[in-house]
């Protein structure tokens, strides 16, 4: 296949840890290195997907979690995917310290193009990253992507990482073990916040727990996203797009005060749109017009229940009228919810 720009398929990595977060550092890391070329002109990654990735145990008692395929069978992934190299890598933590392996697979000729070693040192796993990147774009002889890590620093970063392991655990188990992939949503939505709270600044955190959150109009649990989000201004006050994306929720769950001050306070930070402001309005409207004795719809108690107890300052004002709205209607909202999601921050 002959193409202007070199194509390159990434094999998920490899792992040899203490335990199984080894693992998911892995393949995430891989993973973060094919969505940081993903806009470059210069050249495409392309990322290898394995049913499976084993794991055993070493003789030293090491958890050993997939494995770093030969040259010859990178190359054949390369082929099967229709690109020029294939990078394969290992994640190593023992007790000689951390570090990662790395390959870079000419698939034409099935031998090793490149090969390097990045040592982790204490606090900078964050820093990884970008250094395969740049290592990456030397041995391609392309311009490097943009190099700033994701987080500030390593906490944040794992707890990105983590939030990435659990939204891939979720839609694997979606299938066969729905209640296990809830289990693995919550986790994720619980990793984001985290690492937002430990970087309030990382907008990929950000933009990863939107993204969910917009989704749980689907899915049926804006409680919990809710939730999430009033973490996330709890650390970053000024994310207008955690006040927009709370208010949605809360409109759709019949929390019409809530969604009110919601709304007030991300167009305080960001004007809205039109199309916003008239749905401002309308819940001015319905919150003027309901019945002062109305019983609270069990959604909105649920709620309320949850977050009792959270310490929140914040007034809580009375629950607004009805319960949740039509699925049909949550379904239209979510692709909305979505795409304000990824618009880009303050």
Known sequence: MTTSRPVVAVVPFGAKGRDAKAGGIGRQVARRLVERFADDPNIELRPVFLVAMPETKSAAGYLVFGSTPDADLAARYGESLGTTHALTGLYRDDEKGRVFVVTLVDVKDRSAAAQREFAVTANELHRAEPALAAWLAQALGVPAPGLEPETSNEPSYQALLAGFEDETDATLLRGGDPVAADAARSRAFDDYVTAIQ???ESVRAEDRLLVLAAESVERGDEDRAAR????????????????????ELLRGIGETNLAIVALEHAHSLRPLRDADVLVLAELYIAEQERPVQRARPPR????????AGRGSARARPDPGPGGRRPRSARAGASSEAR????????
């Open 228 to 247: 999430a989000l009033e973490d996330v201004i709890e650390a970053k006050p000024r994310s207008w797009r955690a006040y927009y994306m709370r208010a």
């Open 198 to 200: 430990l970087d309030p």
């Open 300 to 307: 909105a108690n649920t709620y309320r229940a949850r977050n």
């Open 339 to 346: 795409a304000s999601a990824t618009r880009s921050g303050d």
